[in-house]
Nanobody, 121 residues
């Protein structure tokens, strides 16, 4: 059973925007760093962005830097991924994960079920 819940995925035209959200299903995660990954068909799951527990430190993959922005509101127990200037290569299932300070998905054991993002050309 997923411990995190993602929402906000959908179909958008190239150049458009989407805002994904991640929230815990049963517990607060205000003390945990949160990381977004994505996985396109027949590709490895890859790091997208992460944010530390306070929101003061963020980190982005080069492929999304300048287009995506990660933020969190610990009073609402949510983490958001704002995605702008989307391109077809951003098409993937997006997952949020909690707990580790790593870009390697194998280091995480708390995951959501994923949300599909499809960018049309």
């Amino acid at each position: 059973q997923a411990q995190l819940v993602e929402s906000g995925g959908g179909v958008v035209q190239g150049g458009g925007s989407l805002r994904l959200s991640c929230a815990p299903s049963r517990r607060t995660f205000s003390s945990l760093s949160i990381t977004w990954f994505r996985q396109a068909p027949e590709k490895e799951r890859e790091f997208v962005a992460r944010i530390n527990w306070s929101g003061a430190i963020t980190d982005y993959a080069d492929s999304v830097k300048g287009r995506f922005s990660i933020s969190r509101d610990n009073t609402k127990n949510t983490v958001a991924l704002q995605m702008n200037s989307l391109i077809p290569e951003d098409t993937a299932v997006y997952y949020c994960a909690a707990g580790a300070l790593s870009r390697n998905p194998r280091d995480f054991y708390i995951w959501g079920q994923g949300t599909q993002v499809t960018v049309s050309s």
